[in-house]
């Protein structure tokens, strides 16, 4: 695969982990959340964000 389509596979995932989460704090899943919140992070660091994102909604 090429680091495009790499990257393009990564920012979906975090796409679709944030519709997730979304759910999982409304119906009230506390450790699901938490999964989900990791599993953007992993993401994000993956794509050279990590650092950007310090702080950001997910609470790190």
Not at 9 to 37: F, M, N, P, Q, Y
């Amino acid at each position: 695969m090429s680091r495009q389509t790499d990257r393009d596979a990564e920012t979906l995932r975090v796409l679709t982990t944030e519709k997730k989460l979304k759910e999982a704090r409304i119906s009230g899943t506390d450790a699901e959340a938490r999964r989900l919140e990791r599993r953007i992070d992993d993401s994000l660091n993956a794509l050279g964000y990590g650092d950007k994102y310090k702080g950001s909604q997910y609470g790190h």
